[in-house]
């Protein structure tokens, strides 16, 4: 879903940047957490929960990188296949990872909500408000 139109835009503020450059750090870190879990859990319906969680912290990934070259900002190199070892030992039983996935939905519903108030264009602020939703819709 494109958040950008045709009308007038002004440049992002400083706390827009700041908001989007912090999701990107958190949507990366996680798909590096979630690929290690993904590896190891047994349970289906956990699984399925962690694929709707990987989809989501992709396309917000994908988003954000639209909004800040969109503004000629550089994209943050985040986390990477490199910071993450796949084909290693579980480390997580399938309720810890789930448990865990519910905790990174609370801070992801305390986030989001933060950056709606303090975000200036509306464009963001609706992107914001998107990820909020998709982040309530998690934690439930």
């Not at 706390?15 to 047994?42: D, P, R, S």
Request: with cysteine; aromatic share 10%; proline share 3%.
């Amino acid at each position: 879903m494109s958040y950008l139109n045709s009308q007038h835009t002004p440049k992002l503020t400083s706390a827009e940047i700041a908001a989007l450059w912090t999701q990107y750090v958190n949507e990366t870190a996680g798909i590096c957490f979630h690929k290690h879990m993904m590896e190891h859990i047994e349970d289906k319906d956990i699984q399925d929960v962690f694929e709707y969680a990987m989809s989501l912290s992709s396309k917000h990934v994908e988003e954000i990188k639209v909004f800040l070259t969109s503004e000629n900002f550089p994209t943050p190199i985040g986390f990477t296949s490199q910071d993450v070892t796949l084909g290693t030992p579980r480390l997580f039983s399938d309720i810890l990872c789930l448990h865990y996935l519910n905790i990174l939905s609370l801070h992801g519903c305390h986030g989001y909500s933060g950056a709606v108030t303090t975000c200036s264009r509306r464009d963001i602020r609706d992107y914001f408000t998107s990820c909020n939703a998709s982040a309530v819709e998690l934690c439930n």
